[in-house]
């Protein structure tokens, strides 16, 4: 898989947070259901202070690496001022992936091929951000890795 090695400014994000890890066997649907609850309960909507129109899957929180548990917040990015519950993506050096096709089967092969790399990872704040538009058979998804 192609990427490049980017820097990303501090982000501050809001939004639904669960705590998961790759070995549960409920794990994709648990995101899944996030990820709905996160649009068809509105919340998406009623977070003040949004930077964008994009929408933000962060996993952070790891308890060690693949194996272990971690968080997974469905967000979007706001104004650091914002009156929410946030959680802050720090800055850093990330492999920078963009990938393209229909949203849910495009990220998961992602994950499946990006186990399997050799990448230096920090396990520290890894994401997806989906860019504009509401296309999800033809979506573009930047995927950020964070890295030592």
């Known amino acids: 898989m192609n990427y490049e090695i980017v820097h990303v400014e501090e982000k501050t994000v809001a939004g639904l947070r669960i705590r998961t890890s790759n070995n549960d066997p409920n794990m994709s649907r648990s995101i899944g259901e996030l990820w709905q609850r996160f649009y068809q309960d509105g919340i998406y909507y009623s977070i003040p202070g949004k930077r964008n129109d994009k929408s933000i899957g ?56 990006l186990w399997s790399m050799e990448l230096d990872r920090k396990f520290t704040s890894d994401f997806e951000e989906y860019q504009s538009g509401g296309d999800m058979e033809n979506a573009e998804i930047h995927i950020y890795i964070a890295l030592n």
């Open 58 to 113: 962060l996993y952070t929180h790891y308890e060690t690496d693949v194996n272990g548990a971690y968080d997974v917040m469905v967000c979007c990015e706001v104004e650091s001022s914002a009156e929410i519950q946030k959680e802050t993506i720090p800055a850093g050096k990330y492999a920078k992936f963009i990938v393209q096709g229909h949203v849910q089967q495009a990220v998961a092969e992602f994950w499946t091929k």
